[in-house]
């Protein structure tokens, strides 16, 4: 069955440092995501990106956070400089409908830890 | 208001029994709905859409009612491996494409 996956499972960082997580989305979906979730909070949209551009993006998707998808099967998230309330699960999703966005398939997550 | 609103719980159930979840949203303008499940610690994974006329999957029935933006899941006959928290989803204000998740309710099942 086909999945998203992503890396690393966990980061270490310090506060300050930049950090890029990785996320290889389902290869014939065209929706890309990025969630965050706090421990013990609730799941939080970050950002969408389709046909190459970012479709919308949160609030708490300011100026620190960059996506790209560099090679065509790659989809990263940037933090250009954490801050420890940046400490959180993110999920990367991906959902493949061309006219609606459909089932969102997420990956196992990446575990970040900002010191 | 918060947009999708959900009792946190825990529903402590035995197994066998018949359990309701509630969630409530915020946007009249939503139109997708679903549920998902989420394991300890693991990605949240689709249980099943709701649509309008309600829908059952196996053991699971959700609920739609628009005109009070009211969405329900019954679980009957309660497996140990429900045990799980349970996440009312919509889609956001803006468009299709956002997701807003309920902050969830938990589920145990007891022997």
């Known amino acids: 069955e086909p999945e998203v996956t992503q890396t690393p499972s966990h980061q270490v960082t310090q506060m300050g440092q930049e950090v890029i997580l990785r996320c290889v989305p389902i290869s014939n979906h065209l929706y890309f995501y990025w969630y965050r979730q706090i421990l013990g909070q609730k799941v939080e949209f970050l950002v969408s990106f389709y046909n190459n551009e970012i479709s919308e993006k949160s609030e708490i998707f300011d100026d620190q956070f960059s996506v790209e998808r560099p090679d065509g099967s790659n989809f990263t998230l940037k933090i250009r400089s954490t801050k420890l309330e940046d400490s959180a699960m993110y999920f990367c999703?991906?959902?493949?409908?061309?006219?609606?966005?459909?089932?969102?398939?997420f990956g196992e997550g990446s575990r970040l830890t900002v010191l | 208001r918060k947009e999708v609103e959900q009792d946190p719980g825990p529903f402590n159930v035995p197994e066998g029994a018949t359990v309701a979840f509630n969630c409530t949203y915020s946007n009249s303008a939503s139109q997708s709905f679903f549920w998902y499940r989420q394991d300890c610690r693991k990605e949240p994974k689709l249980l099943m859409s709701?649509?309008?006329s309600g829908n059952e999957d196996g053991r699971f029935t959700a609920q739609l009612n628009r005109a009070s933006q009211y969405i329900s899941l019954l679980i009957r006959d309660s497996k140990l491996s429900d045990s799980a928290t349970y996440l009312c989803?919509?889609?956001?204000?803006?468009?299709?494409?956002?997701?807003?998740f309920g902050s969830g309710t938990r589920l145990l099942v007891r022997p």
């Open positions: 999703a991906s959902s493949g409908g061309e006219i609606s966005p459909g089932e969102l398939f």
């Open positions: 989803v919509v889609n956001g204000m803006d468009s299709s494409y956002k997701l807003i």
């Open positions: 709701v649509y309008s």
